[in-house]
């Protein structure tokens, strides 16, 4: 009895967590957007390798916004046109291969002057992504901001 005990308790002890985060960027530093953006699928595969799960998001606002127009070269500096293309590398590579949710805010569309049908298909348009964001906060995500 004592064994089948202490087998319980290890077993209830060893289960894999589930870490759940929302990535809230807003930085217009192409340089910054670039690193955060790696950094997130550095995180997700340091947490799967300890035999975790991961479920992230990621909201876009503000000067983050272009990162996820297909004609990000309209509306971005050239001095910045490389790193929007690896960032939006990146996050191609977070919702296809890593299944990170990524949402951009409809009034940041307006305010970079991106039309809807720019936006990558995997991106989710919301009206404001500060209630993604306070929704994805309500359902126990951990914030972290990119600013």
Known sequence: MKYIFLLLLVLSTSQ????????????????FIFSRMMLI????NMIQEDG??????LTIHGGCAPIISKNFDEVVE????ELTQ???????RLAEKKGVDITVCAI???????????????????KNSFI??????????????FK
């Open 132 to 145: 993604d964001t306070i929704g994805y906060q309500n359902d126990g995500y951990a914030l972290m901001t």
């Open 41 to 44: 699928e550095r995180t997700m």
């Open 108 to 126: 940041s569309l307006n305010t970079n002057n991106i039309e809807e049908e720019d936006v990558l298909p995997f991106v989710k348009i919301s």
């Open 52 to 57: 975790d799960t991961t479920t992230f998001a």
């Open 16 to 31: 894999a967590k589930d870490y759940k985060a929302v990535f809230d960027c807003s930085s217009k530093s192409a340089n």
């Open 78 to 81: 050239d001095d910045d046109l």
């Open 86 to 92: 690896k960032s939006q590398e990146q996050i191609i």
